[in-house]
């Protein structure tokens, strides 16, 4: 069996800690048995490793997360580079399409996906490698593993077992949902839903077939060429929710999702971590601090107080679910309000040295549509100039071959060159021109 282990995700739910620079898979919150900090990655690539599964794993991700996870966990590590960031179900396409044409992996070979943000205990890879049973043993297209669930969360898809077999080992399913309200939870709890732990097995021709069905190539460098025209969408609601012929494992062991504040705060051991200090009258408050000031918090109960050069955040322990939309409302009301600004730069820093040399670098937001224009120097001095996109995609045309980019990717111009940016959506870039004497 072959694995699919998802690393792209920014980590918004884990703001101001992780962002497109730094995802929350990356930030070393959890200990190892020694004590020793450990990321999300890290951790999840021990077990792998512990299990002899890594050799058969490949991690699919954006571009600009490559450097990180070789940072982390070695360069011999097999990725699936995202060209431009487009949900769960692009990228579980183009794994299989990579697992297929380069790997040479079989269509009758079944293929798991797992999430890299869930804390689990080794005996969940037991039941990971007994998945292909559960596909073979009913004739699903697609086998799930579920937990049983504490409450009614919205934030997990949720497994619903057919009449009668919800005690059976492996389980026939009567339908998924994805992610639903909080009253329809409850009830599909009444009914002996499990929640969908984020994991996904299903033959390699299952999704080859899928792709044939849509008009789309099977092969992974084809694929890279339209990747930009797949929807953007998760591989809950574009494949499982329609799906009629699902089965399921059910997972006993310890499960958490470690994507939110909530669950991270259960597994610091620490009330505080960085400057701070918690006063009287104090129930379940968790203060993460990477400044260089202390905070102080007092006659509080069930808070998360988070706080990093990205902001500042305070939040009751069961609002998870807003931070995301609140994080958007927020970089929404900082763009510059008016529709006659067509670019909004702001001057970060700019350097005179002693031989001359000038660095300027500037911060860059382009609406979706406009453009930011290579400008080479009229004179005999060199100038190199450097466009980081640090949040969004772009399409970067340069000297007459266009290529998308997103967020992380680097392109270096200098004076022979000739380059446009064109934003596909809002764009933030970080632009570093140095100019020199020759």
Known sequence: MNIILLSGGSGVRLWPLSNEQRPKQFIPLIKDHSGQPKSMLQHVWSQLKHRNLHNSTVIATSVGQQALIHDQIGREVDLVLEPEKRDTFPAILLSVAYLYSHRGVSRDEPVAVMSVDSRVE?????????????????????????????????KYGYIIPEPNTENLPIMTIERFYEKPNAQDAALYIKRGAL?????????????????????????YEELLLVYNQLEIRSFDYAVVERERRIAALMYTGSWKDMGTWCTVAEELNDPVVGKGFLGKNINQVQIVNELDIPIIAVGLSDIVIAASKEGILVSHRGSDAQLKEAVQLMKESL?????????????????????????????????AGME????????????????????????????????VVSSGWNVTLENRDEAVLQALGPVDLLEITTITNQ
């Not at 984020?198 to 792709?211: S, Y």
């Not at 909004?344 to 670098?361: C, E, K, P, Q």
Request: hydrophobic share 40%; net charge neutral; aromatic share 8%.
């Open 335 to 367: 763009l510059p309000k008016s529709d006659c600004i067509e670019t909004h730069s702001r001057l970060v820093d700019r350097s005179v040295f002693a031989d001359g040399t000038i660095v300027t670098t500037q911060r860059i937001h382009l609406k």
């Open 122 to 154: 080794d005996s969940f890879y037991d039941a990971l490698i007994n998945l292909p049973e559960a596909l073979e043993s009913t004739g699903a297209n697609v086998a799930l593993m579920g937990v049983k669930p504490t409450f009614p969360s919205q």
């Open 195 to 219: 929640w969908n732990c984020g994991v996904f097995c299903f033959k390699v021709g299952f999704l080859l077939d899928l792709l044939a069905s849509r008009g789309l190539p099977q092969t």
């Open 372 to 403: 930011r224009i290579f400008e080479p120097l009229m004179d005999e001095r060199r100038q190199i100039v450097s466009w980081t996109v640090m949040h969004g995609s772009s399409r970067v045309v340069k000297n007459k071959e266009g290529i």
